[in-house]
């Protein structure tokens, strides 16, 4: 076994990981397509408030390319469009339909053509697959580092067969490259049945050793005027029960945690659903089952702590997330608390005692630090923005053979050209997700590259 080793990165210990149980919440009635989530998407509605969708219908379009759409996930009916500042759209809105008819299964099963399209991103940029572009390969990763991420072997329990009939659709597009840890030899067995162009990789490390972004780079690193397309590996599932039945059915098995879940764990849902009663069961008072609810002093992310984004108790969950994280507000001043020895908090830069526990760990008794092995993580700042420092951190954690620090000042400054001998087409904001938490200026790193990367691209399509 070839394994891969990312040594560059950081595994963030954030209490409340999810156990490794799933409840089934497929009977959640309100769905939302979320256009806003789509990079480059320039979107034209293909329905109106009071029409009927059926499952796999395009419900969004993109101008440029009507093949670039978002799909119903149920059979429903539209009852909001939710539009923003300058009118700019940001979600359809379906409930789904009561007594939903049995879906008739699709004749045609030309994945490009097919409501799953939306399921292939592309990079550089983070678009959506470009049918008319011929990537230099295709990355699944079939496994997730970020902090309380989903149990994937758990997620693709029993779904193996329409795995590997997706693998084997993808496998016809392009050169495909499968992504595991080696812990999952097991999986990697099953899921690699002579498939003609798939290559199996191991790859093992710290976070970000999980992100895609990670191990395009470690495997095919992208230059200028080349791309790749990248898939999730339950969407990967969805594609092959697509080309296998010709059912359109998007599920996804999400991890529920955090500090602020009562009882962190898995959930399937259909993609898209919205996430009230999940919250309603996590965030419940003491006095359960009564259903009241504190959610003033939680902030709800759909996605990971590091690179998600925050939703309302009653919102959405993101077209490509498949976890939600719930972390206490961090609204609280602690006078003097940089003094304190904190042996609670996380410290990357062992400015606390906690930063140390990991050098005297071998030396204590076994379990003598139970209970201070993970921490109850918030949004808190802790500090005010100041500029950015050279400090040499940023290097620690990012695995890319790129100086991550010199990048963003380029796409600061809006310097194009020192952008691309600096490696940005190879980056997603996900990548600099790390060099942002341990970042002691507080900059927003990430979305200092999408606004470079997002300008880059105006640039090349204009």
């Known amino acids: 076994m070839d394994i891969i080793k990312i040594k560059k990165g950081l595994d963030i210990p954030v209490g409340g990981k999810p156990e490794k149980r799933v409840v089934d919440a497929r009977s959640i009635r309100c769905y939302a397509v979320k256009p806003a989530d789509v990079v480059g998407m320039n979107p034209r509605l293909q329905v109106a408030e009071g029409d009927h969708v059926a499952a796999g219908q395009p419900v969004v379009a993109d101008k440029n390319d009507e093949r670039l759409a978002l799909t119903s996930p149920v059979d429903g009916v539209v009852r909001a469009i939710v539009r923003g500042e300058k009118r700019k759209l940001l979600e359809v809105r379906i409930e789904q339909s009561a007594s939903a008819a049995q879906p008739e299964p699709h004749k045609e099963r030309n994945l490009k053509g097919s409501p799953c399209w939306w399921m292939l991103r592309e990079r550089p940029f983070g678009t959506i697959a470009n049918p008319y572009h011929s990537p230099k390969g295709i990355f699944v990763s079939m496994m997730d580092t970020n902090p309380l991420a989903p149990d994937m072997d758990l997620a693709l329990n029993g779904r193996i067969g329409e795995l590997q009939a997706g693998l084997k659709a993808l496998a016809a597009l392009a050169p495909l490259h499968v992504c595991l840890h080696p812990e999952q030899d097991q999986l990697a067995k099953e899921v690699n049945c002579g498939i003609e162009g798939c290559e199996i990789h191991f790859i093992e490390g710290p976070h970000p050793s999980g992100n895609v972004g990670t191990q395009i780079a470690a495997i095919a690193p992208i230059a200028k005027g080349e791309c790749v397309w990248t898939v999730g590996a339950q969407d990967v599932a969805n594609i092959g029960r697509w080309m296998t039945t010709g059912l359109y059915r998007p599920e996804r098995v999400i991890s529920v945690g955090g500090p602020s879940a009562r009882n962190p ?167 600099l997700a790390l060099c942002e938490f341990i970042d002691p200026s507080k900059t927003d790193i990430q979305s200092i590259i999408r606004e470079a990367l997002e300008a880059l691209r105006k640039e090349a399509t204009a």
């Open 265 to 431: 764990h898995h959930y399937r849902v259909v993609c898209g659903a919205c996430v009230d009663q999940i919250t309603d069961a996590q965030l419940m008072y003491a006095d359960y089952p009564a259903m009241t609810c504190d959610r003033s002093g939680t902030r709800i992310i759909s996605g990971s702590a590091l690179s998600g984004t925050q939703i309302a108790p009653d919102g959405y969950l993101g077209t490509y997330d498949q976890q939600i994280t719930l972390l206490p507000e961090g609204n609280l001043h602690e006078a003097f608390g940089w003094m304190m020895p904190n042996f609670n908090k996380f410290s990357f830069s062992k400015t606390f005692v906690s930063g140390w526990m990991n050098l005297v760990k071998p030396l204590l008794p076994k379990g003598a630090l139970e209970g201070l092995e993970t921490y109850r993580f918030n949004t808190n700042l802790n500090g005010g923005r100041r500029p950015l420092m050279f400090t040499g951190d940023m290097e620690r954690v990012f695995p890319f053979d790129i100086y991550p620090m010199q990048l963003i000042k380029a796409c600061i400054v809006g310097d194009m050209e020192l952008q691309e001998k600096l490696g940005i087409y190879e980056v997603e904001p996900e990548d």
